[in-house]
């Protein structure tokens, strides 16, 4: 069967081979090395959800929320189930995910794969932290139930191990009690960076979340403005429905260009800035609005054109951070590129719960930008050198083309996942760093 399985960056949106779970529990034990891979929604950037040159096992139809105890917040689903559906499920008793990413749309096999971090990683670490046990299914063998006093290796291996495992059936979660799913939000404007890195220890220290926008674009006087996003769940007073029937927009076509260049990204961070009075701004957001804002415009992705979006998602250590998060803005404005959305959150200290996870003690910044071909992909090297040297690291689940010596600086265990590795799966991100690197 072939289908489009487009990762979110959408650099390579050819048909793609795939093969059901059912189909793969048949086949595995005759199948190849690395033919297939699991995929679930598709929200990475790059090619670590791709094997192009085996299959793709599509786990999206497996969906069903097995039990949920209203009493304790543990939930076990199939792997298939995404975050939208865990929410809906458990928001009505006062539970929400204690970990999520930007997008609801993603599986629940999916965020565990890639130990995914949110807003409250100073708070409460990353996804894998709160998952308490899965099944996993290894090509050679039987279903392995995993955690941490089962298969031990298997389950820190799992967790951030990017798919190449095995493939996880069922999960049991952890969810998080609030006194409402609704955000008591402090907005807070900030004209230049050094006035962020002053007071976000402060601000972590006083909320559960944060995170900030930067204007990426912004030069001179201006350079390093943007606004904080602190909250912390409202109190149970707050009188919005629990899930809000919010109206979904869709990018209805597929623009020819890229939309989103440098005069239209101006224009846009300018107007975003100015959204928010000077000072802190105190409100309460429904939860869809805090949490997953670009949630609200199906397939905002296809803003960027045909040629797709490459995002680059940093980590770098806390004593250079107020000069590599300047020096890796500024890199990129000077190369002629605008970053749509700019990020930048301080990750607490937290031990990473896998052996590949991403999130670890620093900052980091992400910065997405149109693909313009050679010149974008200078760029990303550059910003690449940048952040290598401050001793950092770049995100795999949000790359299509790190190098494998970035790769491998930025992740050195990576040999003891290989000895892990289920031989039946693979992805192109893994042949292109880590097997380049064997080789
Ligand atoms: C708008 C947006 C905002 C985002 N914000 C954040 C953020 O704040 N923080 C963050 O950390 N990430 C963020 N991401 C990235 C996203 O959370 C991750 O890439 C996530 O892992 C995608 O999950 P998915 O279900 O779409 O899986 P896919 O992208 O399809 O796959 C992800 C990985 O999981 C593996 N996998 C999937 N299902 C299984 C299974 N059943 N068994 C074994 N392996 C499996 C795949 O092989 C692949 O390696 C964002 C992405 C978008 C588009």
Redesign the pocket.
């Known amino acids: 069967m072939s289908a489009d399985f487009a990762?979110?960056g959408r650099i390579d949106p050819r048909l793609r081979a795939s093969i059901s779970v059912d189909a793969y529990e048949e086949a595995r034990l005759t199948a190849g090395r690395d033919a297939f891979?699991?995929?679930?929604?598709?929200?990475?950037y790059g090619d670590?959800?791709h094997n192009d040159q085996g299959r793709l096992i599509d786990?999206r139809p497996r969906s069903r929320i097995l039990s949920f105890d209203a009493g304790t917040g543990i939930l076990r689903c199939e792997?298939?189930v995404t975050l939208r559906q865990v929410l809906e499920r458990a928001v009505p008793h006062r539970f929400f995910l204690p970990v999520t990413?930007?997008?609801a749309f993603?599986?629940v096999?999916?965020?565990l794969?890639?130990d995914?971090?949110?807003k409250n990683h100073h708070s409460r670490g990353t996804f894998g932290r709160h998952v308490l046990s899965f099944t996993l299914l290894r090509s050679e063998g039987e279903s392995l139930s995993c955690s941490r006093q089962h298969n031990a290796d298997l389950f820190r291996a799992t967790i951030g191990g990017?798919?190449l495992t095995?493939?996880?059936g069922e999960v049991e979660l952890r969810l998080m009690k609030v006194p409402s799913p609704h955000v008591q939000q402090h907005a807070i404007r900030f004209d230049r960076l050094d006035d962020y890195f002053r007071m976000i220890d402060r601000i972590d220290g006083e909320h559960e979340y944060s995170v900030a926008w930067i204007d990426q674009l912004a030069a001179g006087r201006a350079a390093g403005r943007g606004i904080l996003l602190a909250g912390d769940h409202a109190d149970g007073a707050c009188e919005f429905p629990d899930v809000p029937k919010g109206l979904r927009l869709a990018v209805p076509f597929r623009p020819p260009v890229s939309l989103l260049n440098r005069l239209t990204l101006k224009a846009f961070n300018l107007a975003y800035f100015r959204k928010e009075k000077p000072g802190e701004t105190v409100s309460t957001v429904k939860w869809p609005g805090y949490f997953y804002p670009?949630d609200a415009v199906r397939d905002w992705n296809r803003l960027y054109g045909p040629r797709g979006l490459y995002q680059h998602q940093s980590v770098y250590p806390q004593a250079q951070a107020p000069e590599i998060t300047a020096r890796l803005m500024e890199t990129a404005r000077r190369a002629g590129h605008g970053s749509f959305l700019t990020v930048l959150k301080r990750f607490g200290d937290e031990p990473a719960q896998g052996l590949l996870s991403f999130a670890r003690p620093g900052f980091t910044l992400t910065l997405d930008f149109p693909n313009q071909g050679e010149a974008t992909l200078r760029l990303l090297d550059r910003l690449d050198e940048i952040v290598m040297a401050a001793g950092g690291a770049v995100n795999p689940?949000?790359d299509a083309r790190m190098r494998p010596d970035v790769f491998a600086a930025s992740f050195p265990d990576w040999r003891q996942l290989e000895a892990l590795r289920d031989p039946a799966l693979v992805?192109d991100f893994w042949r292109r760093t880590a097997l380049h690197l064997r080789h």
């Open positions: 990762s979110w891979l699991p995929f679930g929604n598709g929200r990475s670590s959800c786990v792997a298939g990413p930007g997008t993603v599986t096999g999916g965020a794969a890639n995914v971090h949110g990017m798919g095995g493939l996880i670009l689940y949000k992805s």
